[in-house]
């Protein structure tokens, strides 16, 4: 048995509880949220879902939840995710903007070849000396 989603563990707690509502704290225990994490979930519900929560209060405390359109997100909240699809999308080149030039880079290779040996010809690599009166100068520039 797969894992249900808890977009709908939630939607079960909340059309269980039908129209008398069900409390901040019996969904918490319901699905394992703490209360940060229910609220992000009933905003979820409400924006991805179009799931009709009224939120039942005492002043400014939330007392209870409610959902009015349990029938309607029947087919739209599953136990199980959707598969994931990828889709490729090409993107055309850019044009520039009006009085904008577009500057192309072109990609310099470098080949280094190698002997039979598979041995890798270094002979370009330069290897400086400093002298002590170099080592003096960078010295004086940096303040040291």
Do not use: C
């Not at 979930?41 to 209870?64: C, E, M, P, W």
């Not at 310099?108 to 370009?124: H, L, M, P, Q, W």
Request: glycine share 6%; net charge positive; aromatic share 6%.
């Amino acid at each position: 048995m797969s894992k249900s989603t808890k977009y709908f563990e939630l939607f079960t707690a909340l059309k269980s509880s039908g129209e008398n509502g069900v409390s901040p704290d019996t969904l918490q225990k319901a699905t394992g949220f703490n209360s940060g994490a229910l609220a992000v979930y009933i905003h979820a519900l409400r924006h991805q879902f179009g799931a009709k929560i009224d939120s039942i209060r005492n002043g400014r405390t939330v007392v209870g939840y409610r959902l009015t359109n349990a029938d309607e997100l029947a087919t739209k909240i599953l136990p199980t995710r959707k598969p994931r699809t990828v889709t490729k999308t090409t993107k055309a080149p850019t044009q520039p903007r009006k009085g904008q030039t577009l500057r192309t880079v072109k990609a310099v290779k470098t080949t280094k070849t190698a002997n039979k040996e598979g041995i890798v010809d270094v002979s370009d690599l330069e290897i400086s000396e400093y002298t002590d009166n170099d080592l003096a100068d960078i010295r004086q520039s940096l303040g040291i």
